[in-house]
């Protein structure tokens, strides 16, 4: 038998597998789950068909299918699979540097999932994320709403909307960080003008656009850029702007205010001194936790209690790792850490969560364990907000994704030798879509 | 003289806080099993006794103060606060000089600024001493000292003002372009020499006859200090062939090593352990990159199962966060598996042994300095908070986060 010809083998295998997995009714049984969306159960059966969750109830008041397989998780803990919405796995990258706004620019078309820090995000338990490009830009690029299915290309990841296009945001950054020599701009009055000014001209394009509908003689030629700027303008591509500093925020919500676009605040350091007027706006945070405050002025002042502060006010809050500065793996410390500083427990899954699938769109489908929506979860050894339990198992659309008990796996959840290698130790030349 | 010595009592007396009795619901001393239910009593600074609240009168002019757990005052064993300030703007950062490879001359204490933010940021959560200087970047980057983290000035007490000198091998020690070392084994080739120079010039130092005494070198001196065992050398290494390398100039060289960060040293257990040499572990959560991208979170645990003696650190942070803080680092070990008063030891006992510091700090015990960390729960849990502070007998003042 030829190597090749035992290789296709395995595929055929596989992928008569794979149907067979669509099928399968699989109950979770006996775990303290914490759907999110409703209050938590003590010992409770989780039901997934296909990619679906079917069911979520209490132990023996949950109706078990026939046919289905049980899987005994007594002892564990369930809750929806965790959503980042601020990344950077996976190799990304976005502007080039060569001017301050890049609209055109699409980071779909630089990541490499195959990337060790993909599957160290799975470790953590993370299911869906927005990754984007860094905050050396006013506007950086188009970010892309990921799942972290175990697929071989981007497009094996991507989250489409009805019309088949890839889900995504764009990013955009104010303060220091996008402060350069020119053709950056020099000052924050400036980099807010600069901004103001790309947003006129894509209102003019935009009315261009709609001259055109009733003569396409009179259609723009096509412009990348203003293509994605429209897309801002009509509320299909939400803004995730980087902001740090108090004025900085009201920078942001005032660009809002003059443009009408979708958005959510990402770090947002010092929410905790503006927090009535980002509430009043009614704009949702992403925010971080970080160890220490300090390693960039605007960061001076960032405190734990942004959580609690924003909770109080009714700010849809969710965390980000902006992995590599967190580690995804240390995901949930982030919830932790918010409730040691006033945050409701409650609050803090959530923000782990659902707030999360809020920001990015995705509330039908993912952030919560109800029937209906998407099988994404985690299973975890203990209490989610300790920091001595860890994820065993990471699953996506009714598919395990990580299995801690997976010495691959585990290598990946832990590290070790051949951990930070993009190729798995034992595994040269492939990874199976399915363990 | 008789008077002199008087007034002397008098003015510590003054000087020194009230007396205190902790009294702890679990009371980690690191000399044996926690006490449950335990009292500390401080006098003048150091503590006075320890035991549990049965076996111990408290005399009714102490303070008392009731928490639910104490443990040794935090001793980070390797850290740079105080040198890479909070805002990492050129003006507050001056733990690593480029100008040369090998600079074991720059001390740490004409360098740190101890009312830097992050010093009390780090004290905030229990961190009462500090193992800090010159960060990883340079072949020899320069000198650490140990000091408490109340001291508003470098000059007021030092624990060591000279612990370590400060090494590096691995690529980021390494030079750009053309300039020396651009390999890995040019750096361990230029350190050989100047340690070979530094020996010569032990040899010229000992010489009966003072007219052949050489002239004074800052940066022999320093390396002198090394090659008579008066201080450590810590070599940062992450890679198992830097770690190699380190080992083998220890035994060509006879320093004592202190090995730092060894994200693989779990690949070399039994060499480590062979060498005798300590292990300041990477902070379990440094990020997986570059030489520590093999960096496994039961590094710890896997050297503290093989016998080895090791501590933790909050190691150096470029960007944001600017500092580490060692309690978390602790932590997250004994969550991956270092037993629990290991991973304790590690950031009080312990340390407090590799840094030579330890008849003073590291544990509570009769005699020694009155440095404890007052904690409202589990230390290492997220939501616990430090809920007290006391250094040489003194209450800190604690923005509890």
């Known amino acids: ?435 | 003289m008789k008077l002199f010595n008087i007034f002397l009592g008098l003015a510590l007396v003054t000087a020194a806080q009230a007396q205190l009795a902790i009294q702890g619901g679990s009371v980690h001393t690191m000399e044996g099993p926690a006490i449950t239910n335990g009292v500390i009593l401080i006098k003048d600074g150091k503590i006075e006794a320890v035991g549990s609240a049965e076996s111990i009168t408290i005399p009714e002019d102490y303070q008392k103060r009731q928490v639910p757990v104490v443990i040794p005052g935090v001793i980070d064993a390797h850290t740079t606060v105080g040198l890479s300030g909070i805002l990492n703007i050129d003006a507050d950062q001056e733990q690593l000089e480029k100008s040369a490879p090998i600079q074991p001359e720059l001390r740490a204490i004409d360098a740190y600024n101890a009312r830097d933010p992050l010093v009390t940021w780090v004290r905030n959560f229990g961190v009462t001493t500090v193992n800090t200087g010159h960060a990883p970047g340079a072949v020899i980057s320069g000198q650490a000292m140990i000091i408490k983290t109340h001291h508003l000035n470098v000059s007021d007490s030092n624990l060591s003002p000279f612990s370590m000198v400060m090494g590096n091998l691995g690529s980021k020690a390494l030079a750009s372009g053309k300039a020396v070392p651009g390999t890995r084994a040019k750096a361990v080739a230029i350190l050989r020499a100047e340690l070979l120079k530094a020996q010569g010039y032990l040899k010229k130092l000992e010489a009966k006859d003072p007219d052949k005494a050489p002239d004074r070198n800052l940066r022999l001196e320093a390396l002198v200090a090394v090659l008579k065992k008066e201080v450590p050398f810590l070599i940062t290494a992450h890679r198992h062939h830097d770690i190699q390398a380190a080992l083998r100039l220890a035994k060509e060289f006879e320093f004592r090593l202190v090995l730092d960060g060894a994200s693989e040293a779990y690949q070399l257990v039994d060499e480590i352990k062979a060498a005798g040499v300590p292990v300041i572990v990477h902070p379990t959560m440094m990020r997986s990159y570059g030489d520590a991208e093999n960096l496994s979170f039961e590094n710890a645990k896997r050297l503290h199962d093989a016998g080895i003696s090791i501590a933790l650190q909050s190691g150096y942070e470029a960007y944001v966060p600017k500092t580490r803080v060692v309690l978390f680092e602790a932590a997250m070990a004994a969550a991956y598996g270092l037993p629990r008063e290991a991973a304790l030891a590690s950031i009080t006992k312990g340390a407090a042994k590799i840094l030579g510091i330890s008849d003073r700090v590291g544990s509570l015990a009769p005699g020694k300095d009155a440095d404890l960390a007052l904690y409202d729960g589990d230390p290492f849990e997220y939501t616990s908070h430090c809920v007290g502070v006391i250094i040489d007998g003194a209450s800190v003042p604690v923005a509890k986060r």
């Open chain 1, 1 to 435: 038998m030829t190597s090749a010809f035992r290789v296709a083998l395995i595929f055929i295998a596989f992928a008569s597998l794979s149907v067979a997995e669509e099928e399968i009714t699989r109950a979770f049984t006996g775990a303290k789950i914490f759907p999110i969306t409703g209050d938590p159960i003590d010992s409770g059966t989780l039901i997934v068909r296909g990619s679906t969750i079917i069911a979520v109830g209490k132990n023996g008041a949950t109706e078990i299918p026939e046919g289905a397989v049980t899987v005994d998780v007594s002892g564990k803990v369930m809750m929806p699979g965790l959503i980042c919405t601020h990344s950077h796995i996976g190799q990304v990258s976005g502007g080039d540097s060569s001017a301050p706004i890049q609209p055109d620019v699409r980071v779909l078309d630089s990541i490499n999932v195959r990337d060790a820090s993909v599957r160290k995000a799975r470790a953590g338990g993370l299911t869906t994320v927005n990754i984007m490009s860094g905050s050396g830009h006013l506007l950086s690029g188009q970010t892309i709403y990921l799942k972290l299915r175990k697929g071989e290309t981007v497009e094996d990841l991507m989250i489409l909307d009805t019309g088949g296009k890839p889900r995504g945001g764009m990013k955009m950054a104010n303060g220091t960080n996008s402060i350069k020599t020119a053709p950056f701009p020099g000052t924050r009055g400036k980099s807010a003008a600069l901004v103001r000014e790309q947003y006129i001209k894509a209102q003019a394009y935009q009315k261009k656009l709609a001259a055109a509908k009733e003569d396409p003689g009179k259609a723009p030629e096509r412009d990348l850029a203003m293509e994605a700027l429209v897309e801002v303008l009509e509320g299909k591509r939400v803004v995730h702007h980087h902001t740090h500093r108090h004025d900085d925020i009201l920078t942001v919500l005032r660009l809002r205010e003059e443009f009408g676009f979708r958005l959510v605040l990402h770090h947002v350091s010092e929410a905790w001194k503006v927090a009535p007027q980002i509430a009043a706006a009614k704009v949702p945070c992403s925010i971080i936790l970080l160890d220490s405050p300090g390693g960039k002025l605007e960061a001076r002042d960032i405190e734990w209690r942004n959580g609690a502060e924003l909770e109080k006010l009714g700010v849809v809050t969710s965390f980000h790792t902006d992995d590599p500065i967190n580690d995804s793996r240390w995901f949930l410390r982030s919830g932790g850490f918010a409730v040691r500083a006033g945050m409701s427990r409650h609050g803090a899954l959530y923000a782990l969560t659902m707030a999360g699938a809020i920001q990015l769109d995705m509330e039908e489908r993912v952030g919560s364990l109800s029937a209906g929506k998407d099988a994404d979860f985690i299973i975890l050894s203990g209490d989610p907000l300790s920091v001595y339990s860890r994820v065993e198992e990471t699953w996506i659309e009714g598919k395990r994704v990580f299995n801690l008990a997976d010495p691959e796996d585990k290598l990946c959840a832990v590290g070790g030798e051949g951990a930070g290698s993009p190729r798995l130790t034992n595994m040269c030349c492939f990874d199976f879509p399915i363990k």
